[in-house]
């Protein structure tokens, strides 16, 4: 599994989980700068199947906290911080649910909900992949590849290409995407993330279609989860369904902001998150 490391190599951890699509880079200069104040450790982790990640489809969501684990033993990291970007709530949220003697507490920006199970959250444009699962879980080898080779085609066009689709969004990830750090951070983490393969995406799409391995209920490590009540891709009440359903969850409300919102904020996630109690 390849990373990203920023801040200071002996200071407290944070491990940052990417959205879908994204990869190790997907962290907001923001959060870089503070980590190097503060010497703070940000860890970014490809998913498999991005970077330079080897592929492999878990079972489901739950079952790569065993990746998690080897990672932390590898870096030694006794106990870290989780974050979860969009499709990296999932995934953050399960290192909750598995290992909460390690797990001080987890962060989530406009995480995705479950479609399966007895926390399922009907709607959205996820529903789209659950109708599309039985051919995607099909092809989505065939299809990562082409996706990789189009990525690899378009390369010396991307500045263009997220112009175009900065255009295309609501107010607030427009915003976002104009500022320049921003725009430098997605194609940076796009064009090395997807340089040897984009599989990862798929992958997370098939996961999300199923039951992910563990229940809300399970997570017991405090969750604190921010979203833009304007969000076009994981709606607002997805995201209130999955904090109404938490043991111990805070609902942060981005006001006006749409599906990156947190990522505009990104000093006052990783603050937030530092401010928990260490675990035990």
Do not use: C
Not at 17 to 33: C, F, K, V
Request: no cysteine; hydrophobic share 50%.
């Amino acid at each position: 599994m390849s990373f990203a490391e920023y801040g200071s190599p002996r200071g407290p951890a944070l491990v940052w989980m990417h959205g879908t699509p994204g990869a190790r880079r997907q962290i907001p200069l923001e959060a870089r700068a503070l980590a190097e104040r503060e010497g703070l450790r940000i860890i970014g982790i490809d998913r498999p199947g991005i970077g330079s990640s080897t592929p492999f489809l878990y079972p489901d969501v739950l079952d790569w906290t065993e990746d998690l684990e080897l990672v932390l033993d590898a870096l030694a990291v006794d106990e870290a911080r989780i974050i979860g970007l969009s499709g990296g709530g999932p995934y953050a949220l399960a290192a909750g649910a598995a290992l909460p003697e390690r797990v001080v507490g987890v962060g989530v920006l406009g995480g995705v909900a479950p479609t399966a199970g007895v926390d399922a959250a009907d709607g959205g444009p996820i529903q789209l992949a659950v109708r599309l699962a039985p051919a995607l879980d099909l092809a989505r080898v065939p299809l990562g590849v082409g996706l990789t080779q189009a990525i690899r085609l378009v390369r010396p066009l991307a500045g263009p290409a997220l112009d175009l689709y900065a255009a295309f969004q609501p107010a607030g990830d427009k915003n976002l995407l104009a500022r320049p750090e921003f725009k430098a951070m997605f194609l940076d983490d796009l064009l090395n993330g997807s340089r040897f393969q984009t599989l990862a995406p798929l992958n997370d799409l098939v996961l999300f279609t199923r039951p992910w391995g563990f229940d809300l209920a399970d997570v017991v490590v405090p969750v604190r989860w921010w979203h833009g009540d304007a969000d076009h891709i994981v709606p607002f009440r997805h995201g209130r369904h999955v904090v109404d359903r938490l043991p111990n969850a805070v609902l942060t409300v981005i006001d006006g902001e749409s599906h990156l919102g947190g990522l505009g904020i990104a000093e006052e996630v990783v603050t937030t998150l530092m401010g928990l109690p260490a675990a035990g």
